[in-house]
Every structure is written in structure tokens, then in C-alpha cells.
């Protein structure tokens, strides 16, 4: 049987027409199987597991800027009032041994051993007991509640800071070996100090407190708060701020970031134990 080339002309012509309109979607599709085996796999998220066991309050959640202040100095302030007090606990025994050696009474074996043992605590060199208290009385003493809160806040960014959040470190403190904390992400190639981690808050406040009150580099700290204590004068968080120059590279703007802040923040701490 012949085969009309009309028909035959005109299915061919079909053929060519339906696979013209189909062609380009056949050709995206190949485009995107492409794309996809093309497309990087992107690396699998790790979250940085705290290294305490503490129930931190989830800072960066909190919206209202009033309501986060108030509930970071909240969760802060317990263990610095706390440290304070014990520090301060120590000085009073430190001044009533001070006052018996003026008064040419004899120590007991115990006040001889408390001062030895402060002595290497504090890092106090000299070796005899007179000079022993005089050094110790210049370091052993609180710093302002109001400071520390203030510092804090700066130094973790209100609670939510890496360091703050996995290792319970509100001040920015360093250590200096292999697994005492944290690297930071940014440390610059052959350095080898990490960011310390801590068990508790009392602790980070413990070390943060000891630190300044035995760092040579805060040592025009505690001679401010020297004098105003041999002048009868009021530990002011402000006053005392001065002498936190070395605490950062920014130095003269840190410590006028850090009065603004006492300044700024008063309404939010204010009272007999916070002064």
C-alpha cells in the first residue's frame, strides 16, 4: 500500500511542533538535576555544648531592653554580694590582727599562719609579718558591687556572649593552659591563651575579683581605693573605674564606656550593698 507523503509530511511536522513546546522544560529540569549535583554540601552546624551545668537565663531572648537589665543584674549580683562579703569577712580579721601588733600584743599561731597562707593567696612577697599586713590591707578589700554588675554587662554583652553562655565567664578573663577554657575564634596564630570556663558564677566572680586585687597591671586600682581608705572616703564605683585602664586595649574610652554605664544603669542596682 503507497504511503501519501501529505500524511506523512503533516505527522512529522506534528512530531517536530510537540517537541518544540515540550524541549524546554525537558531542558530545565536536566538544568536543575545539574544545579543540584553542582550545589556544595553545606557543612553540618555544630552547637557549642555548655561546659557547666548552670540553669543560664536565655539573655538574648529577652526583647524589652529594661526587663533584660534587670534580670542579668539580678542573676549576678547574689554571688558578687556574696564574694564581697567574704572578702570583706577577711579584712576585718586583717585589720584586728593589724590593730594587736599596734598595741605590741603577741599573735597567736593561728593569726601567724592566716596571714602566711593570704600572703601566698595574694601574692604578697614580703616576708616579714608587718609588712605583710600593710601589703595584704592594699590588696584584700571589695571592689563596688555597682562596678562589677557594670563590667559584666559590658565584657559578656548582657549574658550573651560565647563565653558567658558556655563557660560562665561574664569578665572576659584569660587562662593560659591547653583545655582551662575556650579558644576564641579570632585568637591570632602561635598564641596560646584561652578564655577561661567556670563551674558557677561564685567562681567566675571569685576569679575576676582576685585578679584585680593581685594583677600587677591593676595595681593604681588598689592604690586609689588605698587612699580613699586611708582618707575615710566612700569606695565609689566611678572613682574606682579609673583604674581600669589596662583592662582593655581601649583604655581611656573602656573606662568612659564603663562610668556611662554606672551612670546609665543606677535606677537598676542602687542600694546599700551596691555602692
Not at 595574694?122 to 584584700?140: G, H
Not at 560565647?162 to 579558644?183: D, K
Not at 558564677?201 to 575579683?209: E, P, T
Amino acid at each position: 500500500m503507497a504511503v501519501n507523503p501529505r500524511i506523512v509530511l503533516v505527522v512529522v511536522v506534528g512530531i517536530v511542533f510537540t517537541y518544540s513546546l515540550i524541549y524546554p522544560f525537558i531542558q530545565q529540569d536536566e538544568q536543575d538535576a545539574d544545579i543540584d549535583k553542582l550545589e556544595p554540601t553545606l557543612p553540618e552546624v555544630v552547637i557549642e555544648q555548655p561546659l557547666h551545668n548552670v540553669n543560664l537565663p536565655d539573655f538574648g531572648a529577652i526583647k524589652n531592653v529594661k526587663t533584660k537589665k534587670k534580670q542579668f543584674f539580678n542573676f549576678i549580683k547574689p554571688a558578687v554580694v556574696k564574694e564581697n562579703n567574704y572578702i570583706m569577712s577577711l579584712r576585718k580579721r586583717l585589720l584586728a590582727i593589724e590593730t594587736k601588733k599596734l598595741n605590741s600584743e603577741a599573735l597567736t599561731e593561728n593569726e601567724i599562719e592566716f596571714i602566711s597562707q593570704l600572703s601566698k593567696d595574694y601574692k604578697v612577697k614580703a616576708k616579714d609579718t608587718s609588712n605583710q599586713l600593710k601589703s595584704l590591707l592594699i590588696k584584700v578589700d571589695v571592689i563596688p558591687n555597682a562596678l562589677v554588675l557594670v563590667q559584666a554587662a559590658n565584657e559578656s554583652a548582657w549574658g550573651t556572649s560565647r563565653f558567658a553562655r558556655i563557660g560562665l565567664n561574664f569578665f572576659g578573663v584569660w587562662c593560659f593552659s591547653e583545655g582551662c577554657g575556650m579558644v576564641p575564634n579570632g585568637r591570632n596564630e602561635g598564641a596560646d591563651h584561652e578564655v577561661a570556663a567556670y563551674s558557677s558564677v561564685r567562681h567566675a566572680v571569685k576569679r575576676y575579683l582576685h585578679n584585680i586585687n593581685t594583677h600587677s597591671a591593676y595595681a593604681v586600682f588598689r592604690t586609689i581605693r588605698h587612699q580613699l581608705r586611708e582618707n575615710e572616703l566612700p569606695l565609689t564605683a566611678e572613682v574606682l573605674a579609673t583604674g581600669l585602664l589596662p583592662y582593655s586595649e581601649r583604655g581611656s574610652e573602656y573606662v568612659e564606656e564603663i562610668s556611662d554605664m554606672i551612670r546609665h544603669n543606677k535606677r537598676y542596682f542602687v542600694s546599700k550593698d551596691t555602692e
